[in-house]
């Protein structure tokens, strides 16, 4: 691993586990900060785990960074309740709070960047074309088992799941949130693709040489 890189990465790791704790002192509803900041303690542990043999960009450090920063804020308040959400709603004249759905753009944005570093580096995929096409459909695969999670939520917790749906009576809330996830990841391979790939010959060739 990049030795340049490990202080920024453990200061980011201690600011991320002192945001989590943040996050989870007064939580609006402690079930539904914990069901929304599960991916973290997933994310966290592997991260580590893998952090010495398979490296990961700092792009992709960065982005997935910024998607705890989101997952945080929306388990705090619950994304039917964060003030970002408001904000927005008032500028641009919505009915509803519409941070669930950045929420879901990031969880295209992000895991389309996870899933192209990962084909790209085990060279799984051959061709631009095909390969964005392979990381759309493991994105949409992605947003659709969190859908299904959040509809078995659901009927396990029956009204008490009301709060980590927050569908805000919108019956088309499920369609449009993995709509919100594909125009992340097409957002993604857009406008990241070239500084994506450029970072990722880098490490290679560090790993190469090392």
Known sequence: MHSHRTKPLAVALVLVLGLLVASGARPYDRATWAMEVFPIFIAVPVLWATHGRFPLTTLLY????????????????????????????????????????????????????????ILIRGAYVQGRKMLAFVVVCIVLAISATYELIEWGAALLLGQG???????????????????????????ALSLLSGFHDRQIRRLQSHEETS
């Not at 945080?72 to 408001?86: E, I, K």
């Not at 749906?165 to 097409?186: E, K, N, R, V, Y």
Request: hydrophobic share 50%; with cysteine; aromatic share 14%.
């Open 62 to 117: 960065v982005c997935i960074f910024l998607h705890a920063l989101v997952l945080m804020l929306g388990g705090a308040y619950t994304y039917a309740r964060v003030p970002l959400g408001f904000q927005i709603a008032d500028v641009l004249g919505l009915h509803r709070n519409p941070y669930d759905k950045i929420g879901h753009f990031f969880q295209g944005f992000v895991p389309a960047l996870v899933a192209r570093e």
């Open 161 to 187: 799941a009301d709060e980590f749906l927050g569908t805000q009576g919108d019956p088309w809330d499920t369609q449009s949130d993995m709509f919100s996830a594909l125009i992340g990841a097409i957002a």
